[in-house]
Nanobody, 119 residues
Framework: QVQLVESGGGLVQPGGSLRLSCAASGITFNRYDMHWYRQAPGNQRELVASITSRGLTNYADSAKGRFTISRDDARNTVYLQMNSLKPEDTAVYYC?????????????WGPGTQVTVSA
């Protein structure tokens, strides 16, 4: 079956760093665009960063310059390196896999991992 397994979340102080990992199984990983979303209490789920199957990246304005998304196709894993963390980064972070076009309707979600930024 398809599994997206996130790791690396936790509690960190403002200004600190975390690296989230998402290991995928059950999909042809190199055919999927990968994304990190987050959702804070009372907010909609928002896209934080994306990396296409070819390695092209994009970031939300709130993440640009602080976060880096990368992928390792040999390990079927996508990463989100988060630096200079702020309290407003506190959210549940979700790994999302979406098949590259024209099959972008095929998609999967991880269970989410909590990131808390607090002094």
């Amino acid at each position: 079956q398809v599994q997206l397994v996130e790791s690396g979340g936790g509690l960190v102080q403002p200004g600190g760093s975390l690296r989230l990992s998402c290991a995928a199984s059950g999909i042809t990983f190199n055919r999927y665009d990968m994304h990190w979303y987050r959702q804070a209490p009372g907010n909609q789920r928002e896209l934080v960063a994306s990396i296409t199957s070819r390695g092209l990246t994009n970031y939300a304005d709130s993440a640009k310059g602080r976060f880096t998304i990368s992928r390792d196709d040999a390990r079927n894993t996508v990463y989100l390196q988060m630096n200079s963390l702020k309290p407003e980064d506190t959210a549940v972070y979700y790994c999302h896999a979406r098949h590259s076009p024209p099959f972008q309707g095929v998609l999967y979600w991880g269970p989410g991992t909590q990131v808390t930024v607090s002094a």
